[in-house]
Structures are given as C-alpha cells and as structure tokens.
C-alpha cells in the first residue's frame, strides 16, 4: 500500500519555495486517490491531477519541455522575438500560448474547429493567434497538424526566429515527462507502483511516465487506454492501424498513424484497453458528484482503463492514471444535456 494520503495537506507545515513565473510552477502535482475507483476495486487507484496545473492541463509540460529545448538549440533566444506555431486541439496551444506569453515570445496555434469552445475562448482570451480550421484526416493537407507545419516554414523563409513545436514527433515532450511526471509519481507513491494507464494524443505522457517508471522497476505493467475511433488500440495489440467507431473526447486517439512520441515507447507498453464514451462519461460524472473532482474525457477514459486493470491484477494493487484536465473546458460538451441525449449518452441526474 503507498503511503497513506495526509488528511489535511492544507495544513501541513510549508518549507521555502517560491516558484520562478509560469515555468516554475509547472508539475509537481497531486497524486490524488480515486476513493471510489479504489473500493470497488480493493486497490489503490490513484490520478496525477494535471488540471492543477497552471495552463490546466497535462500538456503545459509538454510546452514548457518543448520552449525549453528549442532555447537550449538557440531556436528560440528569451526576450527576443519568437513565434511559436502549433496544431493541437487546445491544451497544448493554451500551454505553448502562456509560456509563450512568460517568455517574450507569440504564438500561432492551428486548431481544428470541432474541438470545444471553451478551449478555443481561452486560446483568444490568453492572446494566441488562433487559425481554425476544418476537421481533416491525417493524409489530408489540409489536417490541422500539416497546416500548423506550413505556417511555421512560410514564417522561416521570411527570415523570423519561428519554431513548429511538432509535439506529436518531437521528443521533447516526451523527455519532459520521464524528467518530470514519471519520477514524481516513483516518489509519490513511494516507488509502489504496479501498473499506470494513460491514454495517447502525441504519446509524451504515456511514453515519458512508462520509460521512468520501467527503468526504476521493469515490473511496472503500462497499459495504454484507448477511445473508440482510434487506431491505437489495434496497433498496440496486433501492430495493424485499425478503429471503429468514434467517441466525444478531445485531445486523444489516432486513426492514422502512432506518433514518433508513441513510438518511441512501443517496447515499453504491455497491453491496451479500448473504453467506450457511457463508460468514460460514467467515470467523469462520478468523479464529479462523489468526490468533488471535476475532469475532462480523457482522464474518464484514463480511470475506466485503471478499474479494469485493478481487476484484472486483483485487490492489493497499486494502479496510477492521469487526471489530463478539467471539466470546465467541456461545458459544453460532456456537461451539456441536449449534446449527450442528442447523441444517447447518459445525463447525468443533477443536470437532466
Ligand atoms: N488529454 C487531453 C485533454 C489532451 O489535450 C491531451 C493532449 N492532446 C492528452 C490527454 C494526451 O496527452 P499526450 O499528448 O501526452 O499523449
């Protein structure tokens, strides 16, 4: 069993640490234990809250790693005029948008127009230049992440200090997390870890936590979780791209292709679930209402996969996910009655 959780952190005694701006306050976030999840299973379920980050997702590493290398490589100079382009579907424009801001630097962020409204307010509101554009396929050129990559070489042969933060395939991000995200999670629970679950946009969570977790203990089981519409699910079961269906969450999944980030990780990863959108809305309602927690689809889709693992090893287990964001930015969305019933998904009773 990890240690057990202080009842009242709030209170206890605080030691010097003042963080320096919007990049020293990223990570080091709650390693939360998921009461319910954890009783109905008999083991320890436990989410890494990234919504408590200050950019409000996970992805506010992955920004912070990605600035941060490209200074290291003298692409981006601190204080001098940068761009910083991207594609994404929000979080990782809103984290590139606000380190961006810190820096002295802007941002162009290429956004499909499918994802929800709130994250593409919040990308206008934080100062980002905001290019929506249609929902494509990946082998389409007019997909999000190719336009984002044209934008930025359009900008480079102008002569401007640009960089395409490429997260799906730059392996910055996912360095940033075997830095951060895995060893906080060893210390968190005391190096008592048998398994961690997580779902995949680029793979720099999933890839990053499973490399720092397995070098510490190969034992460590890592399941990817998986929405329905994605691909990623077969690839990592057969090695065939393959899907079915479609789901409402944003942010994960791949129908064509398994990102360099992912990739990169494919020896480490034993196994994957694929979780349904009642299942996933089950989880996040659940959380809500029962213990006060408010997520987003993917960190329900990252808890339904940590229940079923617990099952599957039995009580007694230590099971990690990541808690990727906040409800808040699916409004709505998830926490929209007419958007489920017009779709049959299940409405919650406090909102029916
Ligand atoms: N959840 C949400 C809400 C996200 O926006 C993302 C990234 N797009 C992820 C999970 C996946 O994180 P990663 O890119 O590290 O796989």
Redesign the pocket.
């Known amino acids: 069993m990890p240690p057990t959780p202080a009842a009242t952190p709030a209170t206890a005694p605080l030691t010097p640490s003042i963080a320096d701006g919007f990049a020293g306050a990223v990570g080091r976030t709650p390693l939360i234990r998921l009461r319910r999840a954890s009783e109905a299973t008999g083991c320890e379920i436990l989410g890494k809250a990234e919504f408590m980050q200050p950019g409000g997702?996970?992805?506010d590493r992955?920004a912070l790693g990605i600035i941060e290398d490209a200074e290291a490589r003298g692409l981006l100079v601190p204080g001098e005029p940068g761009i910083v382009v991207e594609g994404?579907?929000?979080?990782?424009g809103i984290g590139l948008t606000l380190v961006a801001n810190a820096r002295g630097y802007r941002s162009i962020i290429v956004v499909p127009e499918t994802q929800s409204r709130e994250k593409l307010d919040f990308l206008r509101m934080i100062g980002a230049d905001l290019r929506l554009v249609p929902a494509r396929p990946y082998r389409d050129p007019g997909n999000y992440v190719h336009v984002s990559r044209r934008i930025a070489e359009e900008l480079q042969a102008e002569g401007r200090r640009v960089i395409w933060a490429n997260?799906f395939d730059n392996l910055a991000?996912r360095a940033y997390?075997e830095v951060t995200t895995g060893p906080e999670i060893w210390a968190q629970t005391g190096g008592r870890v048998d398994a961690f679950t997580?779902?995949?946009?680029?793979?720099?969570?999933?890839a990053g936590v499973a490399a720092a977790l397995k070098t510490r203990n190969p034992q460590v089981r890592v399941v990817l979780a998986d929405p329905m519409g994605s691909a990623l699910y077969s690839w990592v079961k057969t090695g065939e791209l393959a899907f079915s269906g479609s789901s409402i969450t944003?942010?994960?999944g791949q129908a064509a292709r398994a990102p360099g980030?992912?990739e990169s990780a494919r020896a480490l990863i034993d196994d994957a679930v694929q979780i349904e959108d009642p299942e996933m809305l089950e989880q996040v309602f659940d959380l809500l209402i029962h213990e006060g927690i408010s997520v987003?689809?993917?960190?329900g889709i990252n808890v339904a996969a940590a229940i079923r693992v617990a099952r599957a090893l039995g009580p007694g287990h230590t099971v990690v996910t990541?808690l990727?964001?906040g409800g808040a930015?699916y409004q709505s969305k998830l926490f929209n009655p007419e958007f489920l019933r017009e779709r049959n998904l299940p409405v919650p009773p406090w909102l029916a």
Request: neutral net charge; glycine residues 20%; proline residues 0%.
């Open positions: 997702s996970v992805k992955a994404t579907a929000g979080n990782t997260q991000n997390h997580c779902s995949c946009g680029t793979g720099g969570t999933l944003e942010g994960i980030n992912l987003g689809g993917s960190s990541v990727c964001d930015r």
